[in-house]
């Protein structure tokens, strides 16, 4: 039996309809190696992983682990197989522990044939301890932080013993010590012989942890490379089909007067967002910094109307807002992207022009108060070709495009809003570098246009390379505001960390 491979994958082929998702592609991967998997939303990286994983059949190829071939009829099989994957978007059970969600569909039974919740947790906890993952099985999963249950899945699929590993955008969500963390917790899988297919769009962290590195583009694999022949630039080239030397555009903004003002805003809860001021002017982009567990979503959702607001004031060009709801927000000029595009963004059951239009709809009721689906599915399609949205059809659902393409109907929903003030709660989130640099236009544009952005971030580049100012928080407290000139990631994290 061949062993030279871990995985190998030759000419598989998947069709949707009015699409060819993958075309005769084949992927190698050694075992004790990471293989990052590259390329932009929508060319093909997931589909190709899914058809690994046994929640897609592929049409046409032959999937072989270690020499030996293998068709996975589910997920269920694949895991048995030893093939464990990290999903890009979060899969767990938000109401049950997180020794219930890592031992989902296995559970350890005792002699009566119930659950013995007993071992499960203790099992739970000796592998979190040995990953040295700071939780306790007991909790609810739904209870912690975005970034935390990320980890947790990534524990899940390690907890398998997989002979290969997936990992589809696994640290979209994590600061950068949790990713030291995970980068941990990859070498010793390495060491372990186990084949790590790493998907990520975050170039700085292929360069750091791969071993070789495959393109993929328009459903087709490029080719395979190590990753001490590759550059950035090359590396973006490849996934893109052209050069791409510049990570941010330019664009000329006239900053005007104060369009947002929130005056000494505090949460209800003692340990959320405390006493918190600042002020956003028309064309320009304020990014908020800060660390995980700094209060940089709280606070934009208490803006938004969606959390309580214990004392405080909102001002929307010069008017002040009274008891703040979503849609006060919307009527207001206030629109916001979200930070968990799946728990909280898209409709995964509706079409994309439902998606695109669902924020927008009193404005499309005729005299009978009748939905008029013609308007709206015009302006959807030309909100979405605006952002080179990829899709079949306007009639697709939407839990059918690719991460990336998701994001983009959000934010062409809510720019159907006609909003003077957009947040953005991680608006590139598992975002591909050319996507990237689309959205990156769009707010350009916007702010040119007079409107005010506020760009919540966790990437340091992002927030410097696009911000006008950045308002960092530490503890749910402001802790500074930067001028574009004094941006550094320095003094970000300086501001990040003082009160830790």
Same mark, same amino acid.
């Given at each position: 039996?061949?062993?030279?491979?871990?995985?190998?994958?030759?000419?598989?082929?998947?069709?949707?309809?009015?699409?060819?998702?993958?075309?005769?592609?084949?992927?190698?991967?050694?075992?004790?190696?990471?293989?990052?998997?590259?390329?932009?939303?929508?060319?093909?990286?997931?589909?190709?992983?899914?058809?690994?994983?046994?929640?897609?059949?592929?049409?046409?190829?032959?999937?072989?682990?270690?020499?030996?071939?293998?068709?996975?009829?589910?997920?269920?099989?694949?895991?048995?197989?030893?093939?464990?994957?990290?999903?890009?978007?979060?899969?767990?059970?938000?109401?049950?522990?997180?020794?219930?969600?890592?031992?989902?569909?296995?559970?350890?039974?005792?002699?009566?044939?119930?659950?013995?919740?007993?071992?499960?947790?203790?099992?739970?906890?000796?592998?979190?301890?040995?990953?040295?993952?700071?939780?306790?099985?007991? %909790?609810?999963?739904?209870?912690? !932080?975005?970034? &935390?249950?990320?980890?947790?899945? *990534? /524990?899940?699929? $390690? @907890?398998?013993?997989?002979?290969?590993?997936?990992?589809?955008?696994?640290?979209?969500?994590?600061?950068?010590?949790?990713?030291?963390?995970?980068?941990?917790?990859?070498?010793?899988?390495?060491?372990?012989? %186990?084949?790590?297919?790493?998907? !990520?769009?975050? &170039?700085?962290?292929?360069?750091? *942890? /791969?071993?070789? $590195? @495959?393109?993929?583009?328009?459903?087709?694999?490029?080719?395979?490379?190590?990753?001490?022949?590759?550059?950035?630039?090359?590396?973006?080239?490849?996934?893109?089909?052209?050069?791409?030397?510049?990570?941010?555009?330019?664009?000329?903004?006239?900053?005007?007067?104060?369009?947002?003002?929130?005056?000494?805003?505090?949460?209800?809860?003692?340990?959320?967002?405390?006493?918190?001021?600042?002020?956003?002017?028309?064309?320009?982009?304020?990014?908020?910094?800060?660390?995980?567990?700094?209060?940089?979503?709280?606070?934009?959702?208490?803006?938004?109307?969606?959390?309580?607001?214990?004392?405080?004031?909102?001002?929307?060009?010069?008017?002040?807002?009274?008891?703040?709801?979503?849609?006060?927000?919307?009527?207001?000029?206030?629109?916001?992207?979200?930070?968990?595009?799946?728990?909280?963004?898209?409709?995964?059951?509706?079409?994309?022009?439902?998606?695109?239009?669902?924020?927008?709809?009193?404005?499309?009721?005729?005299?009978?108060?009748?939905?008029?689906?013609?308007?709206?599915?015009?302006?959807?399609?030309?909100?979405?070709?605006?952002?080179?949205?990829?899709?079949?059809?306007?009639?697709?659902?939407?839990?059918?495009?690719?991460?990336?393409?998701?994001?983009?109907?959000?934010?062409?929903?809510?720019?159907?809003?006609?909003?003077?003030?957009?947040?953005?709660?991680?608006?590139?989130?598992?975002?591909?570098?050319?996507?990237?640099?689309?959205?990156?236009?769009?707010?350009?544009?916007?702010?040119?246009?007079?409107?005010?952005?506020?760009?919540?971030?966790?990437?340091?580049?992002?927030?410097?390379?696009?911000?006008?100012?950045?308002?960092?928080?530490?503890?749910?407290?402001?802790?500074?505001?930067?001028?574009?000139?004094?941006?550094?990631?320095?003094?970000?994290?300086?501001?990040?960390?003082?009160?830790?």
């Amino acid at each position: 039996m061949d062993t030279t491979f871990a995985l190998e994958m030759e000419g598989i082929t998947k069709t949707f309809p009015g699409v060819k998702a993958l075309d005769e592609v084949t992927l190698r991967v050694k075992p004790g190696t990471v293989h990052a998997l590259m390329g932009e939303n929508g060319a093909g990286k997931s589909t190709l992983m899914k058809c690994l994983f046994g929640i897609y059949q592929e049409d046409r190829g032959i999937i072989k682990l270690k020499g030996k071939e293998h068709r996975f009829k589910d997920s269920h099989d694949a895991l048995n197989q030893g093939v464990s994957m990290i999903h890009q978007e979060l899969s767990n059970v938000p109401e049950r522990s997180v020794a219930e969600n890592l031992y989902l569909g296995r559970e350890p039974l005792n002699k009566i044939g119930l659950i013995d919740h007993k071992k499960m947790n203790d099992e739970t906890r000796s592998l979190l301890e040995n990953l040295e993952i700071n939780v306790k099985p007991e %909790v609810r999963i739904g209870s912690l !932080s975005i970034s &935390m249950q990320q980890t947790c899945e *990534i /524990a899940k699929a $390690v @907890s398998y013993n997989a002979s290969v590993v997936v990992m589809d955008e696994p640290t979209s969500s994590l600061t950068d010590n949790e990713v030291q963390h995970l980068f941990k917790i990859i070498n010793r899988l390495r060491e372990q012989n %186990v084949a790590v297919i790493y998907i !990520s769009h975050k &170039m700085e962290e292929i360069f750091t *942890i /791969a071993d070789e $590195v @495959s393109v993929m583009r328009d459903g087709q694999m490029i080719g395979t490379y190590d990753v001490t022949e590759m550059t950035n630039e090359k590396l973006i080239s490849l996934m893109v089909g052209r050069d791409a030397t510049l990570r941010f555009p330019e664009f000329k903004s006239k900053v005007g007067e104060v369009l947002l003002k929130v005056e000494n805003l505090s949460s209800p809860n003692p340990r959320s967002f405390q006493d918190v001021s600042f002020e956003v002017h028309r064309g320009e982009i304020l990014g908020i910094g800060g660390l995980v567990g700094a209060q940089r979503t709280e606070l934009m959702e208490a803006i938004f109307g969606v959390r309580a607001i214990r004392e405080g004031k909102i001002y929307v060009d010069g008017d002040e807002i009274l008891n703040m709801t979503p849609r006060k927000a919307i009527e207001h000029g206030i629109g916001m992207i979200t930070e968990d595009r799946r728990g909280s963004g898209i409709f995964p059951l509706m079409d994309i022009s439902n998606n695109t239009s669902i924020a927008s709809l009193k404005e499309y009721l005729n005299k009978l108060h009748l939905l008029k689906h013609k308007e709206m599915k015009e302006e959807s399609v030309r909100y979405n070709k605006a952002l080179r949205t990829k899709t079949p059809t306007m009639e697709t659902l939407i839990q059918n495009l690719s991460g990336g393409n998701q994001q983009k109907v959000i934010i062409s929903r809510w720019l159907m809003t006609l909003p003077d003030v957009l947040i953005m709660d991680e608006p590139t989130r598992g975002i591909d570098v050319g996507a990237k640099y689309e959205i990156y236009q769009i707010m350009g544009q916007l702010v040119e246009q007079g409107k005010a952005i506020i760009m919540v971030s966790s990437e340091m580049p992002e927030l410097i390379g696009m911000s006008h100012r950045v308002m960092v928080l530490c503890s749910g407290k402001c802790t500074g505001v930067l001028d574009k000139s004094e941006c550094t990631q320095e003094n970000i994290m300086r501001l990040a960390t003082k009160f830790m």
